[in-house]
């Protein structure tokens, strides 16, 4: 079965500052998606980056950006020049590319995100 | 467009109640997924339909759960004889196809007493 794992249950930032939340994971698939989301204190989860593992290019969308190690089995999230908005729980998830079914999303169990004005 | 919308926002049921928890994806959506959260926990898979179909409810964790999608959009999660421990934030997912993102809904808070 997979696994995801975020060893971070919380880090702080300062306003304005990079920070980097890490994400690893375990499959036997050679091809999959994994996402990061957001989840502020309103409950919604916002997705906040894609990557599909048989891209090589790191995704990046504005200020965030990932790490993907395909053979360290690894996915980091870099967030540049924090925002007081940015903090929330924040998620790392995988799914299958193809699996037959559903490919429901896997989560770890998030990394509490602190933004210091 | 309209995102996922999920009602009621909070409920709060006696043990042994049952509820039913309302889930409207985003309009065309074929998948539709139900997570089960516990406090503190990342999102747990519970069901999941295509269209009207559900082709996996491997995540239920008991008979008392059950879901339901009649006309492949709107989707019903029913839990019978609530128990405390089924306290938690269910979240419903949308997607347009498999495999692709799921988006989510705000979530039903569950309070069992």
């Known amino acids: 079965a997979q696994t995801v794992t975020q060893s971070q249950p919380e880090m702080s930032v300062q306003e304005a500052e990079t920070v980097t939340l890490s994400c690893t994971y375990d499959?036997?698939?050679?091809?999959?998606?994994l996402f990061w989301y957001k989840q502020p204190p309103s409950r919604q989860m916002i997705l906040v980056i894609r990557q599909e593992a048989y891209k090589q290019q790191n995704a990046t969308e504005n200020r965030f950006s990932v790490n993907f190690q395909k053979a360290a089995k690894s996915f980091s999230l870099k967030i540049s020049d924090s925002q007081l908005g940015d903090a929330a729980m924040y998620f790392c998830a995988y799914s299958p590319a193809w699996s037959g079914g559903s490919e429901k999303l896997v989560f770890g169990k998030g990394t509490k995100l602190t933004v210091n004005p | 467009g309209a995102g996922v919308s999920q009602s009621p926002r909070y409920k709060v049921a006696k043990r042994g109640q049952d509820v039913a928890l309302r889930c409207d994806p985003i309009?065309?959506?074929?998948?539709l997924f139900w997570y089960q959260q516990a406090l503190g926990q990342g999102p747990e898979f519970l069901t999941y339909?295509?269209?009207?179909?559900?082709?996996?409810k491997s995540g239920l964790p008991s008979d008392r759960f059950f879901a339901e999608r009649p006309e492949g959009s709107v989707s019903t999660l029913k839990i019978q004889r609530t128990q405390q421990e089924d306290s938690a934030v269910y979240l419903c997912?949308?997607?347009?196809?498999?495999?692709?993102?799921?988006?989510f809904g705000p979530g039903t808070r569950l309070t069992v007493l």
């Open positions: 997912a949308s997607s347009l196809r498999q495999p692709d993102t799921q988006y």
């Open positions: 499959t036997s698939e050679s091809d999959y998606y």
């Open positions: 339909f295509q269209n009207e179909a559900q082709l996996d």
């Open positions: 309009s065309g959506h074929v998948s």
